[in-house]
């Protein structure tokens, strides 16, 4: 079935977003990462003692095996800290610099290696809130998020101005649906301190309500706050999402000016990579897009990016290479990320019965939007349309601007019988975002040429 043309992109999208990303540079900021296998190390059980003996000092002072500036950097500071660790900052700024390997290597196993160091410190004061908060990042990269909430009140009742916890909080009640809580954790650090982490947060959770031109100027500033950093990746990763605000646009030249940019500042950094290559995915640039895909691969094995790279295997008939792509996509969803796993398999009709129970599993610990979202797309692939009904509108009750639950809504709704609703959601999402995804392109369109026209226009004769 031939597939839609893309719209041409508004010029004034493109300007406003090479204006966004004037004077860039890097500041710090705690955002949740992808969770993937880390094999740093494979220390032997040893029954912690001392923590020049213990288990976590093997995880914390462990070869990064690179040599980037960074793993110099992580080097150096294990040095330091061998020489003398009974002082407690030492551990902390270990810890905070293997979050830094974590973040820019796109691999989230090395936060155990920083939780290593949060263990280590909190032996040397148990109570010390820069302690208390590294553990914290490592739980929400772990997808803890209650226990990470709770540690971070638990800081911020006695020290309510920490903004790592107040950072942590934010993102951890964003993760379990909580949004206003999030909000306000988030409007705090801002009125404690204008900067990149806090700009960052409110941007992202004013484009979830659907503020969006509210969101691109909040994120301007988050970009222009991180000008006086050394760290690239932070400022990469805002970059990163104000380009994404293109692109659920259907703007996808000022998307590609965006994560062209974002790769400028940060070479072969993997979460722009996968953006990028989404980005010439919808202008069909396929083998490009390929090339972004497999470099993302090479950095960070992540679940959905093997499926992107499967479905662009697919797009430019190569079978054999996109069957691969989905097992890959498979083997790293089932150790960790079921929710990108569970929504691959709705979209190719697969393993159902699994992918419930995934998402099922999923929702209990994360019942964010985008949980609700691919739970209620699961169940419609079921066949259990009045449930999934009820999940897609609780995904959509913030009015987010994500042409994906439109889509799904649609379908959704056609399948309980709801006809002029579901063409209404699949007409706007097929304006706003026409290649989203390739499946759920050629499903909107098979489902729009079967439905007769609206009772308000008439048929031609």
Request: positive net charge.
């Amino acid at each position: 079935m031939k597939k839609s043309s893309t719209p041409p992109a508004p010029r004034h999208g493109l300007m406003l977003f090479l204006l966004a990303l004037f004077g860039v540079s890097i500041a710090f900021l705690a955002l949740n990462r992808p969770t993937t296998t880390h094999t740093a190390t494979n220390p032997s059980h040893v029954t912690p003692k001392t923590p020049s003996k213990s288990m976590e000092q093997v995880l914390a002072l462990a070869d990064p095996k690179g040599s980037l500036p960074l793993d110099d950097l992580l080097r150096k500071r294990q040095r330091a800290t061998k020489k003398n660790p009974e002082k407690l900052d030492l551990w902390i700024l270990l810890g905070r610099t293997w979050v830094m390997k974590a973040r820019t290597s796109g691999d989230a196993g090395f936060y155990l290696n920083a939780q290593a160091c949060a263990t280590i410190a909190q032996e040397l004061e148990p109570n010390n809130p820069m302690a208390l908060t590294l553990q914290g990042l490592s739980l929400v990269n772990q997808h803890e998020f209650s226990k990470a909430r709770d540690l971070a009140q638990g800081v911020l009742q006695k020290h309510p101005q920490e903004m790592l916890a107040l950072a942590i909080l934010s993102d951890a009640q964003l993760e379990l649906g909580r949004y206003k809580e999030a909000l306000a954790a988030a409007q705090k650090m801002m009125d404690i301190k204008p900067s990149l982490p806090a700009y960052s947060r409110l941007s992202y959770l004013s484009w979830l309500v659907g503020r969006v031109k509210e969101a691109k100027d909040t994120m301007r500033k988050a970009i222009d706050a991180g000008r006086s950093s050394r760290d690239r990746e932070p400022g990469t990763w805002a970059i990163i999402q104000a380009a994404l605000y293109f692109w659920h646009e259907g703007d996808y030249n000022g998307a590609l000016a965006g994560t062209t940019m974002a790769l400028r500042y940060f070479p072969d950094y993997a979460p722009a990579l996968v953006a990028h290559g989404r980005v010439l995915v919808a202008l069909k640039r396929f083998e490009e897009a390929r090339k972004a895909f497999q470099n993302a691969m090479q950095r960070s094995p992540q679940a959905q990016t093997a499926w992107l790279l499967g479905d662009t295997y697919t797009a430019l008939q190569k079978p054999k290479e996109a069957k691969k792509s989905y097992q890959r996509a498979e083997k790293i969803g089932q150790q960790a990320d079921h929710r990108t796993l569970a929504l691959m398999l709705a979209n190719q009709k697969r393993r159902l019965p699994e992918a419930i129970e995934w998402i099922k599993e999923e929702y209990t610990k994360r019942p964010d939007l985008y949980t609700a979202d691919v739970y209620a797309w699961v169940l419609h692939r079921a066949g259990q349309h009045q449930r999934a009904r009820k999940l897609i509108e609780q995904a959509m009750h913030l009015n987010t601007p994500d042409a994906l639950f439109w889509y799904h809504a649609g379908l959704i709704y056609l399948a309980c019988g709801e006809t002029e609703k579901g063409r209404s959601f699949l007409l706007r999402a097929q304006k706003r975002h026409p290649h989203l995804d390739p499946t759920l392109t050629q499903e909107t369109l098979a489902a729009l040429a079967k439905l007769s026209p609206p009772a308000s226009q008439p048929t031609r004769k």
